[in-house]
C-alpha cells in the first residue's frame, strides 16, 4: 500500500524556519515526481514545490529564495525547508507523487498528483 506520511509542522513566529519531511512508503520504485503543496482556510490548493528523480526543481513565486525541496533516496523522504517564514505562509502543507510524467509548466498543479499525505500543519504567527 502506497503511503505519503508528512510530519514537522509547528507553530512558528514569524522569520522562523521549519523542515516539513514526507516518508514515502509501498512503492516498487519512488515517484518520478514529489510535491509540496499547502491549503489555507477558505483557499484553493496550491503548489508550493516540486522536484523530479532526475533533480530538475519548481517553486511558487511567492516561496522562490525562501523555501528549498530536497529528496534523500536512501531515507524514502522528501524534505522542504522553510525560511524566512511569513504569516502568509500558514496553511495545512500536504506533499504528494505521481509516477507518470508532468510537463514542468504543469508540476504545480495539484490535480497533476494521484497520492497524497494527510498533511502537517504550519502556522506562522507572533
Known amino acids: 500500500e502506497v503511503q505519503l506520511v508528512e510530519s514537522g509542522g509547528d507553530l512558528v513566529q514569524p522569520g522562523g524556519s521549519l523542515r516539513l519531511s514526507c516518508l514515502v512508503s509501498?512503492?516498487?520504485?519512488?515517484?518520478?515526481?514529489m510535491g509540496w503543496f499547502r491549503q489555507a482556510p477558505g483557499k484553493e490548493r496550491e503548489g508550493v514545490a516540486a522536484?523530479?528523480?532526475?533533480?530538475?526543481?519548481v517553486y511558487a513565486d511567492s516561496v522562490k529564495d525562501r523555501f528549498t525541496i530536497s529528496q534523500d533516496n536512501a531515507k524514502n523522504t522528501t524534505y522542504l525547508q522553510m525560511n524566512s517564514l511569513k504569516p502568509e505562509d500558514t496553511a495545512m502543507y500536504y506533499c504528494?507523487?505521481?509516477?507518470?510524467?508532468?510537463?514542468?509548466?504543469?508540476?504545480?498543479?495539484?490535480?497533476?498528483?494521484?497520492?497524497w499525505g494527510q498533511g502537517t500543519q504550519v502556522t506562522v504567527s507572533s
Open positions: 504528494a507523487a505521481h509516477t507518470r510524467f508532468i510537463p514542468r509548466q504543469k508540476q504545480l498543479g495539484p490535480n497533476e498528483y494521484d497520492r
Open positions: 509501498g512503492y516498487t520504485y519512488l515517484p518520478y515526481y
Open positions: 522536484l523530479d528523480r532526475d533533480g530538475g526543481v
